[in-house]
T-cell receptor
Framework: KAGVTQTPRYLIKTRGQQVTLSCSPISGHRSVSWYQQTPGQGLQFLFEYFSETQRNKGNFPGRFSGRQFSNSRSEMNVSTLELGDSALYLC?????????????FGQGTRLTVV | GQQLNQSPQSMFIQEGEDVSMNCTSSSIFNTWLWYKQDPGEGPVLLIALYKAGELTSNGRLTAQFGITRKDSFLNISASIPSDVGIYFCAQPGRSGYALNFGKGTSLLVTP
């Protein structure tokens, strides 16, 4: 059974650009969450989707957005990139309807903004 | 908001030693999760706990859901070099749709 797949693994972008990250959840999982991980702030919740609906959003600016498709695949977009957006972006999928238990993570996308 | 305090922040031990780390929460929830993250990889779920007092093992790892429901413990017995990594505790947020993570315990094991 394939795990959570995130693409690309690494990205380098310039300030002001925008970026789209992709996540394919474990087959059968309908809940997909996104997290930002930085050395200073640790793992912080961005947003969560279930059946194409965003059910919860973390405390991030509107430059961070996401969506989920009918096949449960998800994308997140960051517009007008800032240096502080450099981080490991992690996607997690879950079977539970609440999306809060036993979340399984992908390997992450390492974004570097220069 | 909900805060998870994880300690110790880091541990440097010799192979074969036992390890213990813990996490305390400012709120009461019904789930404790323990993850391990290797460098450059995503966190991997080690153990999930759902009931106060619950004790669950996964190989050399044992985790317990504290009876106060505000804490949890993770023990690693007879550590080996591949135990190196960062261990995180996590709980669902109030909405139930997100996980709150502790700051992590960084474990280094010398042969």
């Amino acid at each position: 059974k394939a795990g959570v797949t995130q693409t690309p693994r690494y990205l380098i972008k310039t300030r002001g650009q925008q970026v789209t990250l992709s996540c394919s959840p474990i087959s059968g999982h309908r809940s997909v969450s996104w997290y930002q991980q930085t050395p200073g702030q640790g793992l912080q919740f961005l947003f969560e989707y279930f059946s194409e609906t965003q059910r919860n959003k973390g405390n991030f600016p509107g430059r961070f957005s996401g969506r989920q498709f009918s096949n449960s695949r998800s994308e997140m977009n960051v517009s007008t990139l800032e240096l502080g957006d450099s981080a490991l972006y992690l996607c997690a999928s879950s079977l539970a309807r609440t999306g809060d238990t036993e979340a399984f993570f992908g390997q992450g996308t390492r974004l570097t903004v220069v | 908001g909900q805060q998870l305090n994880q300690s110790p922040q880091s541990m440097f031990i010799q192979e074969g030693e036992d390890v213990s780390m813990n996490c305390t929460s400012s709120s009461i929830f019904n789930t404790w999760l323990w993850y391990k993250q290797d460098p450059g990889e995503g966190p991997v779920l080690l153990i999930a706990l759902y009931k106060a007092g619950e004790l669950t093992s996964n190989g050399r790892l044992t985790a317990q859901f504290g009876i106060t429901r505000k804490d949890s413990f993770l023990n690693i017995s007879a550590s080996i070099p591949s135990d190196v990594g960062i261990y995180f505790c996590a709980q669902p947020g109030r909405s139930g749709y997100a996980l709150n993570f502790g700051k992590g315990t960084s474990l280094l094991v010398t042969p």
